[in-house]
């Protein structure tokens, strides 16, 4: 899109460990002044409504553990709706949006890539992550 909302999209899966970095990556571009006053909201997907009370709670858990101000907002997936049309749609108009991401299975990083090429098009400007460690936020 040509115009875009203040906004920063993280997407949590919570199985890659690579959530806490994404948000740290978001907050670190949210103190340039070129991004000054943009949101960052941490997206999430359920497969229920029964799972999105769950999901909020976690996600304000994290959000007292690493002291970074963000919006949550969990979205619903519909029985044959693909993750990554709902992630498309969610975040068309955000200025940027962070994924996570997992190891490619060895002998199919050609077709990983593929996939990721499929899956980013169309999507605003995308920083994949893939978080090499578990990041102690206590210490910090």
């Known amino acids: 899109p ?10 949590w899966g919570g199985k890659e ?4 970095l994404m948000l740290l990556f978001a907050y670190l571009i949210q103190l340039n002044e070129q991004y000054s006053g943009y949101k960052i909201i941490l997206k999430s997907i359920v497969n229920s409504q029964e799972e999105i009370e769950d999901r909020k709670t976690t996600l304000n858990k994290l959000k007292k553990e690493i002291r970074i101000d963000f919006d949550i907002e969990v979205k619903i997936k519909e029985l044959k709706e693909p993750i990554e049309d709902i992630i498309r749609k969610s975040s068309l108009n955000a200025r940027l949006v962070f994924i996570g991401i997992g190891d490619p299975q060895p002998g199919k990083e050609k ?5 990721m090429n499929h899956f980013l098009d169309g999507l605003p400007t ?11 936020w206590e210490e910090m």
């Open 111 to 115: 077709d990983f890539i593929d996939r």
């Open 126 to 136: 995308t920083i994949l992550v893939k978080c090499g460690m578990q990041i102690r």
């Open 2 to 11: 040509e115009v875009f909302e203040k906004r920063i999209d993280v997407w």
């Open 17 to 20: 460990n690579n959530g806490k």
